[in-house]
């Protein structure tokens, strides 16, 4: 039972530098998402894709992109990572309706020295 | 005023003990209400959605309140293992996440 899958778990940047989180999902969901959580803020959408081929910005876009590659996979990309984007970061994905519930891959811990 | 607020503890129980958390939204248009668990450093579970007549899973105990707006969780029996962060979630399609209760039951 995998779930949502979030590859890499840990990853250590240094400022510039670029990188791609991988989240892939088995249950067919339509809608996937991404999340990051810092200490006392929550969990703060940066992405989410309604369905494949579409992405909208969440609450906390700026410095992040994302594709979805197909109705498994939603990535997110890093262009010129910042200390400001240490975090834990949180791929999820959900039917599209109301009342269903988001799963969650088990996050990736990003440092950005 | 944040769009879903939780008191954020901790609130520090013994064994045994019933406590309940409540949570406030602002948006009176949303549709969807969900409790979910998350432990130190892992991902938020689903502990259970919340109905408009109320619901119950075992010890777990869900209520919507429409008119003021929150919703709350109920433990009862509290064990060692329910020590954890509970966050409230709220919206329609597009979810808004509180940033949790922590509670810790003790021995």
């Known amino acids: 039972n995998a779930g949502v899958t979030q590859t890499p778990k840990f990853q250590v940047l240094k400022t510039g530098q670029s990188m791609t989180l991988q989240c892939a999902q088995d249950?067919?969901?339509?809608?996937m998402y991404w999340y990051r959580q810092d200490p006392g803020m929550g969990l703060r959408l940066i992405y989410y894709?309604?369905?494949?081929?579409?992405?909208d910005k969440g609450e906390v876009p700026n410095g992040y992109n994302v594709s979805r590659l197909n109705k498994r996979e939603f990535s997110l990309r890093l262009e010129s990572a910042a200390p400001s984007q240490t975090s834990v970061y949180f791929c999820a994905s959900s039917e599209v309706a109301e009342d269903q519930p988001q799963h969650f891959g088990d996050g990736t811990r990003l440092s950005i020295l | 005023r944040k769009e879903v607020e939780q008191d954020p503890g901790p609130f520090n129980v013994p064994e045994g003990a019933t406590v309940a958390f409540n949570c406030t939204y602002s948006?009176?248009?949303?549709?969807?209400f969900f409790w979910y668990r998350q432990d130190c450093r892992k991902e938020p579970k689903l502990l259970m959605s919340v109905y408009s007549s109320g619901n119950e899973d075992g010890r777990f105990t869900a209520q919507l309140n429409r008119a003021s707006q929150y919703i709350s969780l109920l433990i009862r029996d509290s064990k060692l293992s329910d020590s954890a962060t509970y966050l409230c979630?709220?919206?329609?399609?597009?979810?808004?996440f509180g940033t949790g209760t922590r509670l810790k039951v003790l021995a």
């Open positions: 894709s309604a369905s494949e081929g579409t992405t």
């Open positions: 948006n009176s248009a949303s549709q969807s």
């Open positions: 979630v709220v919206g329609t399609y597009k979810y808004i």
């Open positions: 249950m067919n969901h339509n809608s």
